[in-house]
């Protein structure tokens, strides 16, 4: 039985490149609509694009270059766990 659901990569990002095609947000609401477990989106998931993930149904975000490129990775982070948190309240 699955927990959850980590689906991607939702935008271009070059460490997805392999699996294919960005997904896109409508089949991230696709896949909200078909299921009742926590999803979480990742692949070139960045700030600027958090309201529009949590908007389409992703319950939360998983990342890697929006952390690791960033000049300070604690404060990206910080900024990361900030914008998830204003995109729950207005969702």
Known sequence: RADFVVLGPIFETPSKTPYGAPLTTSLLQQ??????????????????????????????VAVISAVMAAPDPGAAAA?????????????
């Open 31 to 60: 896949a909200r609509a078909a299921t009742t477990l926590p999803i979480l989106a990742i692949g070139g998931i960045n700030r600027a694009r958090i309201p529009d993930v949590m908007a389409a149904g992703a319950d939360g």
């Open 79 to 91: 900024e990361l766990l900030a914008a998830v948190a204003r995109a729950r309240r207005v969702n």
